[in-house]
């Protein structure tokens, strides 16, 4: 894995993570997360900890899709960022539905089929863009 290839790859999928789950997160969404867990959300995102998470996401879905798009295999790289996605979501979404009194189903079920998503755009776009440019 070479760093400034990764590197590459994970400026193209920040970006396109940003756009996304803004986009989700500010216009879609909004009205879904207050409804069924308005009562678990504190008034002000931590925007610290939102940020470390996505730095962290986003090194995972690079990390796991490097291969697929520096082998310019598109089904490889969509395989594993799907995967990813909805791992990392299965793991926050199902140790809520463990362990939170009143965690709707709902909301897990919403979840994983976002990252999944998500994971899946971002691992998309990165291919697509970076052999594009690069």
Known sequence: MEFGNFMKMYLIAFIVFLAIDALWLGLIATK??????GHLMAEKPNFIAAGIFYLL???GVVFFTYQGI????????LL?????GFMTY???DLTNLATLKDWP???TVVDLLWG???SSAMTTATYFIYHAIF
């Open 57 to 59: 996401f986003i090194i």
């Open 90 to 92: 299965a793991t926050y």
């Open 116 to 118: 999944t998503f998500l």
């Open 32 to 37: 879904f997360y207050k409804t069924n867990i």
């Open 70 to 77: 520096a082998e310019q295999n598109f089904s490889k790289a």
């Open 105 to 107: 189903i709902m909301v």
């Open 80 to 84: 594993a960022g799907a995967v990813f």
